[in-house]
C-alpha cells in the first residue's frame, strides 16, 4: 500500500497513540472472595495480548520511519529542513539584535557621563555607581538587520511550501502485513 510521507506522519501519530493506550497491567490486585487463579490468568491474557499488539505497532512504527527517512534523503526533504532549522536560528539571531535598539546618540550619551562624573560624592557611598548603557549598532545597522530578518522569512516560508508540496508528492510503499494490521486497528 502506498502513503504519502504526510500520511505516514498521521500514521506514525496514530501508531504512538495506539501504543500509549495500551494497558501494560503487570500486577493484579485480589480480594477474599475472587479465584485467584481466574484474576491472575486473565489479567495475563490482556497483558500478552496487549504486548504482542505493542510489539507489531512498534514493528510498524519502525518501519514507517525507516522509509520515510530514505524517502527524504531522497527527495531533498532532509536538506530543506537542515536550512528551515538554519533560518530558524537566524530569525532568532536577527530578532536579538534587533531588539538592541539603535545606539543612543553620542552627545547625550556624553552629556550623561558628564553628569556622572560630576555628580557628588554622597552618590558612592552608598555603592551607587551610575552607569550609561547604550546599543552599539545605527540605525542604519538595525535597518539592515530587519531587512535580513524579511528575507529570512521570506525564505523559510517558500521552504515550507515546497516542504508542504513534497510531503504530499513523495510516496513510501507499506509491506502488505503491515497495512493489514494497521487496516484491523483502524490506523490506516
Do not use: C
Not at 480480594?31 to 486473565?42: I, K, P
Not at 530558524?88 to 543612543?104: A, V
Amino acid at each position: 500500500m502506498k502513503i504519502t510521507l504526510r500520511k505516514a506522519n498521521a500514521v506514525q501519530a496514530l501508531i504512538n497513540e495506539a501504543i500509549n493506550g495500551l494497558e501494560q497491567t503487570r500486577t493484579v490486585t485480589l480480594n477474599e472472595f475472587q479465584d485467584v487463579n481466574t484474576q491472575v490468568d486473565a489479567a495475563r491474557d490482556v497483558f500478552w495480548k496487549n504486548h504482542a499488539i505493542r510489539n507489531s505497532l512498534q514493528m510498524a512504527l519502525y518501519e514507517i520511519r525507516k522509509k520515510v527517512a530514505n524517502a527524504n534523503a531522497a527527495s531533498g526533504i532532509n536538506d530543506m529542513l537542515a536550512t528551515v532549522a538554519y533560518l530558524d536560528k537566524q530569525i532568532g539571531n536577527m530578532n536579538t539584535l534587533i531588539s538592541s535598539g539603535p545606539r543612543t546618540d553620542i552627545d547625550v550619551v556624553e552629556g550623561r557621563l558628564k553628569k556622572v562624573r560630576e555628580a557628588s560624592a554622597d552618590n558612592y557611598m552608598y555603592g551607587r555607581h551610575e552607569e550609561v548603557k547604550t546599543s552599539i549598532f545605527d540605525q542604519s545597522e538595525i535597518d539592515g538587520f530587519k531587512k535580513t530578518l524579511g528575507d529570512h522569512r521570506k525564505e523559510k516560508q517558500a521552504l515550507q511550501d515546497q516542504l508542504l508540496e513534497k510531503n504530499v508528492q513523495t510516496h513510501i510503499e507499506l509491506e502488505s502485513s503491515t497495512a493489514a494490521f494497521l487496516q484491523t486497528l483502524d490506523i490506516l
